[in-house]
């Protein structure tokens, strides 16, 4: 990798396996956060963390990304992660590509933290994406990444804005901040349960409460879907659909009580008309994220399609066109309000499918909804997240009692 800038240098932190597994602080941790660490720790073999790095000057404290480059003579596709949460939480900290071993496959990965709706009301979140965006193409050289190889995954929240990002690379109001001689165009998409048309998702029944004043997209706008039809309609990326477009992956589930799946129906439908390359799977029986997104079947695609996309051959494209898909989790959720047999409320498919926002199989701080007397409960090791162990040691004795 070339010499780092002035700008990188102090922040790139070089992780090895050897560094991390023989020092005293992970070797005197419990079991089995030492095996969590000495796992991430595997995962950032020979890979160069930058974290926390500024891509707006003198900017707010959510304008940071972190990125991690493995060791390649060559310059390294990127895929760039977009965290959910609402627009109005979540973390760049959590970030899946990571931890599903992107590095290792041969991709930079990047972490894009933007500001939330507490902060800012929309453009301000696709704004600060494409910003990150322009500003990893200005600084490609010194982080050894190939510019022309750009590709964005987010869920939920973060999933709108990688499908916002695909279909307005040439949409110039969104466009405002530093690196505006650097494009923000990406070459590949992958949403998973992002909304689209706001104005279809809080009206399809059962999601009404979405209409309401305190509902995330109310907050995202700064007051009501239906009062602010140009708003919505410039949140859609739907509105800004063409012929040109990146390729898609959409995946979603049918028991989604958080987001419709009419959301990634609608955004198929309109790329059908324009001849994108686009791929629509459904996981039957899967609900806002959780274990469904998890298995072999998606994991596979999505890396398939970021592989096709990114590091195939360019000069034989594949020829675009529509094409779908269907799996069934193995795991089954349920809406919220939906009947629940005894103990099955508690059970760590239902709380995941309801809170993992990031899809990461554990619970962050940003996305647990209880208060702080049952998270310092949960969270044993204070590490900040809820795993699936801590969550079933918690409350083994009520489900058996149940």
Not at 210 to 237: F, Q, Y
Not at 304 to 319: C, Q, S
Not at 346 to 361: K, Q
């Amino acid at each position: 990798m070339k010499r780092l800038s002035a700008l990188a240098a102090p922040l790139a932190v070089s992780l090895t396996i050897a560094a991390l597994t023989t020092s005293p602080c992970v070797a005197q941790l419990p079991g089995g956060l030492g095996l969590r660490a000495r796992a991430n720790a595997r995962q950032l073999e020979g890979v160069t963390a930058h974290r926390d790095v500024a891509y707006v000057k003198s900017g707010h404290e959510r304008q940071k990304l972190d990125i991690y480059v493995p060791e390649s003579s060559e310059p390294l596709p990127v895929l760039i992660w977009v965290h959910g949460g609402g627009w109005q939480g979540g973390s760049k900290d959590g970030c899946p590509p990571l931890r599903s071993g992107y590095t290792q496959k041969g991709y930079a990965v990047a972490s894009i933290g933007y500001r939330l709706s507490g902060d800012a009301k929309f453009p301000a979140q696709i704004e600060d994406c494409k910003s990150a965006i322009r500003w990893l193409r200005a600084h490609a050289e010194e982080f050894n990444l190939d510019p022309e190889r750009f590709g964005v995954w987010g869920s939920s929240a973060g999933g709108h804005l990688v499908a916002l990002l695909g279909t307005s690379g040439d949409v110039k109001e969104f466009e405002v901040g530093e690196s505006l001689d650097q494009s923000s165009r990406v070459q590949a998409v992958c949403d998973f349960y992002g909304p689209t048309d706001l104005n279809v998702f809080v009206s399809t029944p059962g999601y009404e409460s979405h209409a309401s004043m305190n509902s995330p997209e109310s907050k995202l706008i700064g007051g009501l879907v239906a009062d602010h039809p140009e708003v919505a309609r410039k949140i859609n990326p739907i509105t800004f659909v063409s012929d040109d477009d990146p390729p898609f992956l959409i995946v979603h589930g049918d028991k989604d009580g958080t987001v419709p799946i009419n959301q990634s129906k609608l955004l198929f439908d309109a790329f059908k008309k324009t001849g994108v390359a686009v791929h629509f799977h459904t996981i039957h029986g899967a609900g806002h994220g959780g274990p469904g997104f998890n298995e072999p079947t998606v994991e596979d695609m999505v890396s398939e399609f970021f592989e096709t996309k990114l590091k195939a051959n360019a000069e034989n494209p594949a020829t675009p066109k529509a094409t779908q898909s269907e799996s069934t989790a193995s795991v089954t959720a349920q809406r919220p309000g939906m009947g629940t047999q005894r103990g099955g409320g508690l059970t760590w498919a239902n709380v995941t499918s309801r809170m993992d926002t990031d899809r990461d199989g554990k619970i962050s701080r940003d996305e647990f909804r209880g208060g702080d007397p049952l998270w310092k409960r949960l969270d044993k090791d204070d590490d900040g997240y809820i795993t699936q162990d801590e969550h079933e040691s918690a409350f083994e004795s009520r489900m058996k009692r149940e």
